[in-house]
């Protein structure tokens, strides 16, 4: 199908508050979007994480799949059915290379879903051509490359969402609102405790033959040559510092990402970081097992962040104030005293923005050019405090930050960490 | 003791006894470890402090063991009481109790000694704070005495401040090892005569962190050469072994010494001595320098390296990494001395290439890969010279390990290395050189990414030079992509304008601002696609200026989609009250869909500026730019719109009406529930039906707006002539109003008609009991008017109200109700229904007399199922037989099939195992057989563990009244508790 980019903006954009000047009889019928205005979406990525976000994508009216893409010819053809068999028709185009989606011309948004590694390739790729993207969490590899995805989404002016899905469920908004309220009384620390590795990995392993349907090069991308074992590969690339973070990342996206909020850090960050991990010696996996970071902000709050010890405990977070506490995970919120998590925040209070569906914020701000409830620069900052804490813990020591101009503080060797080269030919 | 003695006499003169004749090693363990009197330790301790303190000091020794305990505890205490008894030095206050490290208690002190505490002996985060205030901040000393670096295990803070953790013990208690002194002109160890001194002692080996070299000062280790190094566990990365050492942390003072496992280390004059001057350090009496060594550090590196080096070679992809672990701590270690980390890259680099020139398969890339991370780890000029070969290697991975690992050197050798490759490397290899060059940002490499951008265009490593230019965003590689510009083939023609974005808007900012114009400018005139003019415009946008604002209006106002969208985008975000004002000038003559877009767009600038602009329009003609208004007032109104808006939401059609309410309710300036209340008086002076929409909206939003300030209000527009306003004043009561307004709501419940308006108000009058903190208080108001009140609508509305409060006061009032008799219908009615409704279990007595008194059908119906609701709250004091008689007695009142099932619904919510039988009963009914094979399963499935038996039992009568999903789900029980079918 073809749709003509500048007949789609124009619907879009223009009307930006489309739902406000067109009358119903613009619409089709039952008050459904019209189908020439409808978002033309490819994704990349349709393992796990982008299968989910797939189907999420696939049940909105206002969306039209039109391509998908994988390494992982399994999961490509899958994807694919899954488009067409929902569509009822054989449009949905599959390819192994993302370049096919984010350049191609009439697609209007990209959904990412690929190991960190990629992400912030992908996603600038997809900017540089005018794309809007939705990016799953954590947001980038090293905290270089959020700053250089936030500057690419600047530069050409485009919605990028981080799949941080936590800012669009209700009792993490309230919790952060109660904090910048005030309620707590001054918030001194804030515990954020992540859970344990998910997977575990024999202490040795051997190189295994490539499967027939994954490109493995492709995989690999920028990361440098290794050996293929399909421990490397799905769901726990995110165990090797090569391609992610470990649960420092994965997790700590999440609810560092909640900290953040709640403390107003969404444009800066800790100042202090110290750290203490166990990390593997033995097997592919080399992120931490257990993880205990510490960071300082400028105004004297402390952040942890644990590994959870208590068996059955969720990832959660805990703010601690001089007059109560209150305790968050996606399922409880509980405080101490009890009442404070049954008072109401006021109109002349800190309102935090109002999310409900973390994608649909995603499409509506597509529609009116805001800033999503995740917008880039949230994402990188939550992250590159997950970074920080990884690089703290790695070197084994405290280290100095200052988040106005994201240096380390006299510090070559925290500096060195803060990103990474890329086998050619992927840069961003 | 078989030491041999000699006395030495120190500068001083001071009289010490000092131990000598290494070559005496008779001691056994045995005898190491006899317990020695208060005397033998007295006769041991020096007569006179090395110096005299500047003014009496006080000691707390603590010794808490939370984990194992040390036998030399109270030696070691009863040692350092002396040692300050005896010499003056001091006093001490020995202590097992966490509390004295609160501030107050710690204050007294000037240093406190860790006395082979182990475990966690505290964790509340105040007694921490204050242990490392004391030393850090107000400059007082820590000294520990050999278990205490296994304590606080768990408390980061504490080893980083100490020096070490504990490992292992690889020397133990009855091993006789040689101490080096190695520091021997240092004060702390003038005790000692010799530079070694052989000993019976356990030795510790300690954790790689956080002990390093490079925080403390060590004054006795180990002596690796005169020990047995052969023992089982020594697998220190470096072979360092420290056993004293001082340091200092923030204003405070640290000694920590190892020694102190065997009971003769407290009789050892020499070490009693070296104990004794460590604490006068601590206190601030002895100065010392504390400086780590650098020299002897670097040298413990260097000479264990080649053991690392060794270890990892032959590693190959998927072994064990023990040994990288162990490389990878020795060269963090030796991040801290650049001579080291020199010797360390060109070790590694020599390793390296022996392993390239020996290399026959891809066998060896594993340590090769391994090896060039370390070399861009350590980032030496050596590390890039020893790189460099590989650049060039016919092995297209080792050139990619080379370029990644020059990629993380930031010396300039580095560029040096791949800017010469560049030219000489395989041209298969340059898009990788050039990459890097420019993730290195490397300026110097700006000419000849240039001609290979511009000589081999097409090709990749043409197209990494372009970025890279982009990247290195100098004012020379903006030049040089300009001159690309005019040149390129319309192929590489976006590449270049992507790349050129890239180089203008970091010039931009790092302030080359002028030649970033300059660069937008072109672009925005000559690019060949509207995503990259939108690049530029807003590169523009972000630079400022009036020109720049009229370029981005009359983009917004243009008719390129891409352009406008960038613009919204700009304008959403930018701060600058200028483009505010120039928004509004634009809006004033724009057609209407560009207006509402506008209009958004202040909202969400909050414009505060454009109130009256905004203003205007929310009372203009054109309908779908008012309702843009009315939203944008929600932002940008203060107490002036809400006449305006509370009357849209009067009178408006319903997009309007929401669009004004939800703008009531957001306005954040200040003043608004005040100009809502003014309002709200003076629509009731002249009250009016016309008027009466208006006071509900603005009722209504004093709600939404959580007014709590205006109850007094609301009490008041509850006797509203309207009704409409009446329930909308009780609802925000129920909202807003405190215990304390509970008897005012009470009284105008007997006002509150008509029966929708009632029902509020009871809602209300409940809320505000509820939030009486005195529970037992709750239902006075309400007993007290039930007390007066005659009219029977108005009893009947009490008695509601009761029910929902819940409260046993509540109860008996409405037992006593009961009792009375001889009330309407209409009150008796209520009454019913507040007992069968009652929140708690406390009304199934009465409840259940209800249900086998009541002659009316539908109340005894009522009552019935309030009782079997109640029956099934869980309580503690009833016997589980009384439980059932009690269940066996509803379904007798049950006067039809209907109440029975709702029982056997009730039974299975019970859980309660007692009550299996009691479903199991009703199998053989066909008319409950359903319900109760459900209430059977469900009971059962809670009770199989706990009473297999029984459940057994049980299932075989379910399972033939079963259908079949039921006797799926009975097989599911049964092998839960792993029971076969029996046969």
Not at chain 2, 654 to 672: D, H, Q
Not at chain 2, 808 to 825: I, V
Not at chain 2, 895 to 903: C, F, H, L, T, V
Request: charged share 25%; proline share 5%.
């Amino acid at each position: 199908m073809t749709i003509n980019r500048r007949e789609f903006l124009k619907k879009t954009v223009w009307a930006a508050a489309a739902p406000l000047i067109l009358p119903a009889s613009a619409l089709g019928r039952n008050g459904s979007v019209a189908p020439g205005n409808k978002i033309t979406v490819g994704f990349i990525g349709v393992g796990w994480m982008g299968t989910t976000n797939l189907q999420n994508f696939l049940n909105r009216d206002e969306v039209q799949v039109v391509a998908v893409c994988d390494v992982d010819g399994k999961h490509l053809s899958e994807a694919q059915q899954l488009v067409n068999g929902h569509y009822g028709n054989s449009d949905c185009r599959a390819c192994v290379d993302f370049r096919e989606i984010t350049q191609r011309p009439d697609i209007d948004a990209v959904v990412i879903s690929t190991p960190d590694h990629w992400h912030t390739i992908q996603a600038v790729d997809a900017c540089v051509h005018g794309k809007d993207v939705y990016v799953e969490k954590p947001l980038t590899l090293t905290i270089d490359e959020g700053r250089v995805l936030v500057d690419a989404a600047r530069r050409y002016g485009r919605v990028v969402q981080t799949g941080t899905q936590q800012r669009s469920m209700s009792q993490f908004r309230y919790a952060s609102e109660l904090v910048r309220n005030g309620r707590l009384g001054k918030v001194h620390t804030v515990h954020v405790e992540i859970p344990p590795n998910s997977r575990e990995c024999e202490p040795t392993w051997t190189p295994q033959a490539v499967p027939p349907h994954l490109h493995y090069d492709l995989w690999l991308g920028p990361s440098e040559w290794a050996p293929y074992h399909p421990q490397r590969c799905h769901y726990s690339f995110r165990f090797n510092f090569d391609y992610s973070g470990g649960q420092v990342t994965n997790w700590g996206a999440h609810f560092i990402d909640i900290a953040q909020w709640a403390l107003g850090m969404d444009n800066s960050g800790p100042v202090e970081i110290s750290g203490k991990g166990e990390f593997p010696v033995s097997g592919l996996f080399n992120t931490a097992t257990k993880v205990h970071y510490e960071c300082l902000y400028e105004n004297g709050t402390r952040l942890i962040c644990t590994t959870i010890t208590e068996e059955g405990r969720n990832p959660n977070i805990r703010f601690i104030g001089t007059e109560g506490s209150v305790y968050v995970t996606r399922d409880v919120i509980v405080s101490e005293p009890e009442s404070l998590i049954r008072e109401v925040i006021g109109p002349e209070e800190v309102r935090l923005e109002q999310s409900s569906d973390h994608a649909q914020n995603f499409l509506d701000c597509m529609r009116t050019r805001r800033r999503p409830i995740a917008d880039v620069e949230v994402g990188h900052r939550t992250v590159s405090v997950c970074h920080l804490g990884n690089i703290a813990m790695l070197l084994d020591r405290k280290i100095q930050w200052d988040p106005a101009r994201e240096v380390f503080v006299n510090d070559p060797d925290a500096e060195r960490l803060k990103s990474r080269p890329r086998r050619a030919p992927w840069r961003v | 003791m078989h030491f041999c003695y000699s006395l030495l006499r120190l500068c001083r003169g001071v009289a010490v006894v000092l131990v000598t004749s290494p070559g005496v090693l008779s001691s056994s363990s045995a005898e190491a470890q006899k317990l020695p009197s208060a005397d033998e330790i007295r006769a041991a301790a020096p007569e006179s402090p090395h110096v005299p303190p500047a003014k009496p000091r006080k000691v707390l020794v603590f010794s808490l063991p939370k984990g194992f305990v040390h036998p030399s505890i109270p030696v070691g205490e009863k040692a350092i009481q002396i040692l300050g008894e005896k010499t003056g030095a001091f006093t001490t206050v020995a202590t097992r109790d966490p509390e004295m490290f609160r501030p107050e208690n710690l204050q007294q002190f000037d240093a406190v000694v860790m006395n082979n505490i182990s475990g966690e002996p505290f964790t509340d985060p105040e007694l921490r704070d204050s242990l490392l205030r004391f030393v850090r901040d107000e400059g007082k000393g820590l000294v520990g005495i050999h278990g205490a670096t296994t304590a606080f295990r768990e408390w980061p803070e504490y080893g980083s401040m100490l020096g070490a953790y504990f490992n292992t013990h690889p020397w133990s208690a009855g091993d006789t090892v040689t101490l080096k002194i190695e520091d021997p002109g240092h004060p702390l160890t003038a005790a000692f005569a010799e530079p070694t001194l052989t000993l019976v002692e356990e030795i510790y080996q300690f954790k790689n962190s956080p002990y390093s070299r490079s925080r403390l000062r060590v004054l006795v280790s180990l002596d690796t050469e005169k020990t047995d190094m052969t023992k089982p566990g020594i697998d220190r990365f470096d072979n360092d072994f420290p056993v004293s050492w001082v340091r200092t942390h923030g204003q405070g003072r640290v000694f920590y010494s190892s020694l102190g496992h065997n009971y003769a280390i407290y009789t050892h004059p020499a070490i009693l001595q070296h104990f004794l001057d460590g604490i006068q350090f601590a206190l601030g009496d002895l100065d010392a320098p504390t400086e780590p060594r650098r020299e002897i550090a670097e040298a413990i590196l260097i000479k264990a390296l080649p053991e690392r080096l060794q270890a990892v070679r032959g590693y190959t992809f998927g072994a064990d990494r023990r040994a990288q672990a162990n490389l990878d701590e020795l060269i963090s270690e030796a991040s801290h001395y650049p001579a080291v980390r020199r010797h360390f890259a060109a070790e590694i680099g020599k390793l390296l290439s022996a392993t390239v020139a020996e290399r026959q398969s891809s066998a060896s890339l594993a340590l090769e890969q391994y090896l060039a991370r370390k070399l861009g780890e350590l980032g030496t000029e050596e590390a890039a010279a020893a790189l460099a070969p590989l650049l060039e290697h016919e092995e297209a991975l080792l050139a990619e390990a080379a370029y990644l690992a020059l990629g993380e050197i930031r010396e300039d050798a580095a560029g040096d290395v791949l800017r010469k490759a560049l030219s000489s490397a395989p041209p298969e290899y340059r898009a990788g050189i050039a990459a890097v060059l420019g993730h290195r940002r490397d300026s110097k490499a700006v000419p000849l990414l240039a001609s290979l951008a511009l000589d081999e265009s097409g090709t990749t490593a043409a197209r990494a030079a372009l970025f890279s230019l982009g990247e290195i965003a100098t004012p020379e590689a903006a030049a040089a992509l300009k001159t690309m510009a005019k040149s390129s083939a319309s192929v590489t023609r976006a590449s270049v304008t992507q790349a050129r974005l890239a180089c203008a808007s970091t010039l931009a900012r790092e302030g080359h601002t002028k030649l970033a114009r300059q660069e937008f400018r072109e672009i925005l005139g000559s690019a060949e696609s509207s995503t990259h003019q939108a690049a530029a415009l807003l590169g523009l946008a972000s630079l400022g200026g009036a020109d720049n604002r009229t370029l981005v209006i009359r983009a917004f106002m243009g008719d390129d989609p891409e352009l406008a969208s960038a613009a919204v985008a700009f304008l959403t975000q930018d701060r600058n009250p200028e483009t505010g004002q120039a928004i509004v000038h634009a809006l004033s003559e724009a057609p209407p869909e560009i207006q509402i877009l506008g209009l958004r767009i202040l909202a969400d600038r909050r414009e505060s500026g454009a109130l009256d602009f905004v203003r205007e329009k929310a009372q203009g003609d054109e309908n779908a730019v008012r309702l843009a208004a009315i939203k944008a007032l929600g932002a940008l109104g203060n107490s002036s719109v809400v006449e305006l808006l509370a009357s849209r939401a009067a009178s408006g059609d319903p997009a309007e009406r929401k669009a004004a309410r939800g703008s009531l309710a957001a306005i954040k300036s200040e003043g608004v529930n005040e100009a809502i209340l003014n309002l709200l008086e003076r629509s009731r002076r002249d009250a009016g039906p016309e008027t009466a929409r208006f006071r509900q909206e603005l009722v209504a939003a004093l709600e939404q707006r959580h007014a709590e300030a205006a109850v007094p209000a609301l009490l008041e527009a509850a006797t509203d002539p309207d009704a409409g306003v009446r329930k909308r004043a009780f609802t925000a009561l129920a909202a807003l109003a405190g215990g304390d307004q509970t008897e005012q709501l009470v009284a105008l419940l007997s006002h509150a008609t008509p029966a929708s308006v009632r029902k509020e108000a009871e809602k209300a009058v409940v809320a505000s009991a509820l939030r009486l903190p005195d529970e037992n208080a709750r239902e006075d108001a309400a007993v007290e008017a039930l007390g007066k009140v005659q009219d029977p609508g108005h009893r009947a509305s009490l008695i509601r109200v009761l029910g929902k409060i819940g409260t046993p006061g509540a109860l008996q009032a409405l037992q006593q109700q009961r009792s009375q008799g001889a009330e309407a219908e209409q009150v008796q009615d209520a009454l019913v229904r507040a007992i069968a409704e009652f929140p708690t279990a406390e009304a199934f007595p009465e409840a259940l007399r209800l249900a086998r008194d009541s002659e009316n059908d539908l109340h005894q119906v009522l009552a019935l199922r309030g009782a079997a609701r109640m029956l099934a709250l869980p309580v503690k004091e009833r016997s589980s037989t009384e439980t059932l008689r009690l269940w066996s007695e509803l379904m007798a009142l049950a006067r039809g099939p209907e109440e029975q099932k709702m029982i056997l619904g009730e039974v299975a919510e019970t859980k309660e195992a007692g009550l299996l039988p009691f479903a199991v009963e009703h199998l053989e009914n066909p008319a409950l057989k359903n319900e109760a094979v459900a209430a059977a399963l469900e009971l059962a499935e809670k009770t199989c563990h706990s009473d297999p038996d029984g459940c057994r039992e049980a299932l075989l009568k379910v399972e033939k009244a079963a259908d079949e999903a039921g006797r799926k789900k009975v097989a599911a029980i049964r092998s839960k508790i792993g029971m076969q079918k029996k046969p």
